[in-house]
């Protein structure tokens, strides 16, 4: 910005130069000299609108309005000057001024306008100036300057104008004047940093106004030389331009009683009035002469007196606002010095101020609160007095080598003697203030800090240690790992960590609250206490899952604290007249003298426990290279799984359940299959396993249900013959039966479907019921009473639930199929099943034989009441669209009862032979 002023100022000179020269010096004859003038003025007037007009773009609000109003004067004078030349090609005047002989005309009245945007836009930029309170001392001195030019002008120019009768001569200088005054009065205003736009616009102004009074002064007096004129206008336009491109055109004024310091600003309303006085003397006027003259230098010296009487009213009220600052400040002195006093007596903080010698010479009331001392008690001994023997020669040494202030204080921290004999530990800040005339000594801050470095204990306590349990948590002991790695290392000593999972935990924390759940894992941590020797380290590393390292630990150290792990299911934990089974899967890796790092201790000691977990609960496994293969590629099971689940790659197939009696298809059991990408269909023994060891099986179980009710509400709206058709969902047997979700996901299937709850068969394995009864039974009768039924699946393989049929709220039994294929081979297999359906015919519950294979088989089935049968002999599971078109032709299912007929003849047949 400052280079483009400058290059623009040097551009204005040369120009200023060229055009005044050549008018003053008449080159080429007058004729060349006019026309160098119109066009001189005609180029300056334009620079001045251009230049206005792109302050005007780049300023705040107030002055882009006053900037416009400048380019509009300019464009004023442009087309004035334009319409001009072309007007005056023989006349004498190289400028178009407003005489009373071309009153009217165009060129005229853009001059009016002119002269009045200018007005107008000193009116925008002084209107800071003019607002309270500095309204009154602002418009006197504008007055004042007004009434000092207006005298000297009169002298000078516009009282010879007057008399000769030129009156509309007078309107530009006396304009002229208001707009100096205007611009003057306000300077005194002006901020350091604004005051070059504001001289260049007074320099512009103040030129302009002697081209004007030139002009008004030629109108009487032909032989006055029109060049000054000109070369005055010429240069206030140039000038004015220059003003515009500064490198601040805001020309913000200080509103307010404040006032820019120096001289020059309270000088400068007098400027005019010395002029006036001047112009009185060496003109030698006469004052009685004139009327203007007289009435201008009366205001000169009424406005005088008026603005020194202003000026000492506000020095008045300047020195009282003064004297009630240094009365505020004095007060506030002495507020904050009572404040002090009161902040030094009351401070928790010791403060002792010691000689060179170390002997006390102020001590503050808060050593009696710290130490029990009297403050006058402690006076006049020596420092050394206080301090601990053994920490009294270090102590001694670093007062004595503190750094003078401004330095950065030493701190010391030690114990100090109390008035009863005890220690206290005290933390010291030492400030050297020997060479402060205030001070003169060492002053020692002391805090007491034993408070703080026992709870910086207890916290550093609590970030290391297990809240709940008390032992170390998983940062305490990868930092004791790391150590006794290291150490390992320089020894070749062995060391083990041991990985322990508590086995179904969440089933705890389902069924009997959180509460229950924590006072498990307390006893868990005290029972691996006990487990171990005196110098390991149990840790609980969150959750359910706990560590112990075991440093130099051999093999019969290992057996030994796996063997007490593992007794824990001979011991349950009792509680509330509650007995809570705990079983834990145990991992163990070891160093052996080799390179492990502590977190590949942590890494292999956890991929044994997870391969102990698969393997069944309660198992306890060593870490082998080749647990990281099998975790691995478990983890890319897992992966594809969920890709299964998320890309539609589950799917459903349906196996026909078959009335015995009549030979209706009476509903389907749901099976899920995986089409995956790569190795086709694959059967649920493929990936179930894996899923039910994480949440993937109540994922898979909630989807298996939506999917199962959406398509047996199709097919009971396109087969209503078959009615009640009913779909067969299997229920995982542990966390999908307990799952707290378990309830809503039916409700919601249910009611997303339209299915009624009636047909929708749940089939719960008979070994989930080997759980706590406490929970499944009431999981049972909350799904019963949504009004779905509930199977009893693979009923005899375990008869565990034999003993509590009749408190189960079950509506069929699902003859497990290991029964149903020993039929032709066994008798007694076969009065087996008549018992179970004879049983489940008293207790009303319905019977399904699973895994029918043969017509014998079916027959038997037949004679001992079954109700219905499922397997390969009646049809293998069928994807939805090949079980749709079996139902919609039924000559495409088996006869049973034909079949049974012929089977019965001839199995009679081959016992009369």
Known sequence: MLVRFRAAAAAAVTFCLIAVTWVLTDLGGPGVTRLVTHASATAASLATALACGLAASRSRAGARRGWAMLSAAGTCWFLANGVAWSNQKGAGRSLPIPSSSDLGSIPTLLWVLGMLLPLLAVLVFVAPALRRPARVGTMLDGLLVASALLFAAWALVLGPVYSAGQTLELASPLVDIVVASLVLATLTRVRRGARLPWALLLSGLGLLAVGHLAFAYMSVHSDFPGALATSSWLSGCVVLALAAVAPNTDLVLVSGEARPAGLLPALVPYVPVGLAATVAVVSRVELGAEPVLVVAGALVLVLLVARQVVAHLDNEALAAKVDDMVKERTARLATQERHFRSLVRNASDVLTVVDADNVIRYQSASVERVLGFAPGELVGRRIEDLLHPDERVDTLSRLRSSPPSPALPVVIEGRLRHRHGRWCLAETTVSNLLGDDSVRGILLTSRDVADRRRLEHDLRHQALHDPLTGLANRTLLRDRLEHAVARCRRGAESLALVTVDLDDFKLVNDTLGHP????????????????????????????????????????????????????????????????????????????????????????????????????????????????????????????????????????????????????????????????????????????????????????????????????????????????????????????????????????????DTGLEAGTLVLEIAENALMGDESTIVPALHALKGLGVQLALDDFGEGWSSLGRLRSLPVDRLKIDRSLVQEIHSSNEEASVVAAVVAMARSLGVSTVAEGVESFEQLVRLQENGCNEAQGFLLSVPLPPAELEALLTDTNGLLDVVGLARTARQEMADADSR
């Open 516 to 751: 229950a759940g924590d006072r498990v894992l307390v006893e868990v941590a005290r029972r691996l206490l006990q487990s171990v020797r005196a110098g390991d380290t149990v840790a609980r590393m969150g959750g359910d899952e706990f560590a112990i390292l075991l440093e130099h630990a051999d093999d019969a150290t290992l057996d030994l604290v796996a063997r007490r792990v593992q007794s824990w299911p001979r011991s349950p934990i009792e509680f509330d007249g509650r007995t809570v089974p705990i079983r834990a899967s145990v991992g163990v890796a070891t160093t052996g003298g080799s390179s492990f790092d502590a977190e590949e201790l942590l890494r292999n000691a956890d991929l044994a426990m997870y391969a102990a977990k698969s393997k069944g609960k309660g198992g306890y496994e060593v870490f082998a290279p080749s647990m990281h293969a099998d975790i691995v590629e478990r983890e890319r099971r897992e992966a594809a799984l969920h890709r299964a689940l998320r890309e539609g790659e589950l799917v459903l197939h349906y196996q026909p359940v078959v009335d015995v009696a009549s030979g209706c298809v009476s509903g389907a059991e749901a099976l899920v299959r995986w089409e995956h990408p790569d190795r086709g269909l694959m059967l649920p023994g493929d990936f179930l396993p894996l899923a039910e060891q994480s949440e993937l099986v109540a994922l898979i179980g909630k989807f298996a249900l939506g999917e199962a009710c959406r398509q047996a509400r199709h097919w009971q709206q396109c087969f209503p013959h078959l009615a009640p058709f009913a779909v067969s969902v299997n229920v995982g047997p542990t966390r999908q039966l307990t799952s707290p979700q378990l309830l809503d996901e039916v409700r919601q299937a249910l009611a």
